[in-house]
Antibody, heavy 125, light 108 residues
Framework: QVQLQESGPGLVKPSETLSLTCTVSGGSISNYYWNWVRQPPGKGLEWVGYIYYSGSTNYNPSLKSRVTISVDTSKKQFSLKLSSVTAADTAVYYC???????????????????WGQGTLVTVSS | EIVMTQSPATLSVSPGERATLSCRASQSVSSNLAWYQQKPGQAPRLLIYGASTRATGIPARFSGSGSGTEFTLTISSLQSEDFAVYYCQQYHNWPPMYTFGLGTKLEI
């Protein structure tokens, strides 16, 4: 059974960089896309971005200028950095795996089949 | 960006009754639509993918239908554990720009 676990500081100061790591266990990190999704308190879900195990990335255009996602396959971890944070970035951050399928010789990401439990990050001085 | 609109925002239903939740896409997403259930303090859980395929371990009382721009999640006989928030998500484009609906809260 695949399990994902987020870790990182729960409190970040405004203008600083939010950093989180997701550790994958119970399955391979290879041949999958790995996502970050966030949820402000009392609100809906927002996709932040993903990384393929090989390192290629795709980000939500609304956050693209501030987001970096990286992967360390040897540790079965992927990480999120979000720079210049404000109170609007306060949210529960989830990591999630995209199920994949081959379409026209491309391994494409689809729906999210495994999620971490989430970690609340508060932006406050 | 494909905008997903869910209705109603809140649905009040009694246990044992049927619940019908709707999701509309601003442009066709074919069958590239998933439904998730989220309970308070928990991560979302995949219920349905491909618009109509139940995920592993999901009870048969959950069913999904639709294609293109109109989708429906039906829960045939509500159990107490089904009261939660339900989100639809599209994963149509390549490269994907995943978008979720704002959710439907199913309450007793």
């Amino acid at each position: 059974q695949v399990q994902l676990q987020e870790s990182g500081p729960g409190l970040v100061k405004p203008s600083e960089t939010l950093s989180l790591t997701c550790t994958v266990s119970g399955g391979s990190i290879s041949n999958y896309y790995w996502n970050w999704v966030r949820q402000p308190p009392g609100k809906g879900l927002e996709w932040v971005g993903y990384i393929y195990y090989s390192g290629s990335t795709n980000y939500n255009p609304s956050l693209k200028s501030r987001v970096t996602i990286s992967v360390d396959t040897s540790k079965k971890q992927f990480s999120l950095k979000l720079s210049s944070v404000t109170a609007a970035d306060t949210a529960v951050y989830y990591c999630a795996r995209s199920n994949t399928a081959v379409v026209l010789s491309i391994l494409r990401p689809y729906y999210f089949d495994y999620w971490g439990q989430g970690t609340l990050v508060t932006v406050s001085s | 960006e494909i905008v997903m609109t869910q209705s109603p925002a809140t649905l009040s239903v009694s246990p044992g009754e049927r619940a019908t939740l709707s999701c509309r896409a601003s442009q066709s997403v074919s069958s590239n639509l998933a439904w998730y259930q989220q309970k308070p303090g928990q991560a979302p859980r995949l219920l349905i993918y491909g618009a109509s395929t139940r995920a592993t371990g999901i009870p048969a009382r959950f069913s999904g239908s639709g294609s293109g721009t109109e989708f429906t999640l039906t829960i045939s006989s509500l159990q107490s554990e089904d009261f939660a928030v339900y989100y639809c998500q599209q994963y149509h484009n390549w490269p994907p720009m995943y978008t979720f609906g704002l959710g439907t809260k199913l309450e007793i």
